[in-house]
Nanobody, 121 residues
């Protein structure tokens, strides 16, 4: 059984920083792209950032220059470094991974349970 487990959310003041982590575990054959999405109350889930297995990255416009995504393939873990946080960054952040769970041969998209990030003074 494959699981994505997130950690690192919390309450931070505007201008502060947080680092999120998401570790994939279970019977995994291959992990492709990994990423972070977020959903604020009353809004649709939106892209924050993604990173491919080859380390190519893509960012949502609202976080470019402030957030950095990275991954450790040996640990099946993706990170999100969030700097210069703003109140509008407040949301539940979800980890996503496209992977092939053994013994399948096709990619399946998995989601974590979400971690709350609140930016407030």
């Amino acid at each position: 059984q494959v699981q994505l487990v997130e950690s690192g959310g919390g309450l931070v003041q505007p201008g502060g920083s947080l680092r999120l982590s998401c570790a994939a575990s279970g019977s995994i054959a291959i992990i492709g792209a990994m990423g972070w999405y977020r959903q604020a109350p009353g809004k649709e889930r939106e892209l924050v950032a993604t990173v491919t297995s080859g380390a190519s990255t893509n960012y949502g416009d609202s976080v470019k220059g402030r957030f950095t995504i990275s991954r450790d393939n040996a640990k099946n873990t993706v990170y999100l470094e969030m700097n210069t946080l703003k109140p509008e960054d407040t949301a539940v952040y979800y980890c996503n991974a496209d992977l092939i769970p053994a013994p399948l041969i096709t990619y399946v998209s998995y989601w974590g349970q979400g971690t709350q990030v609140t930016v407030s003074s």
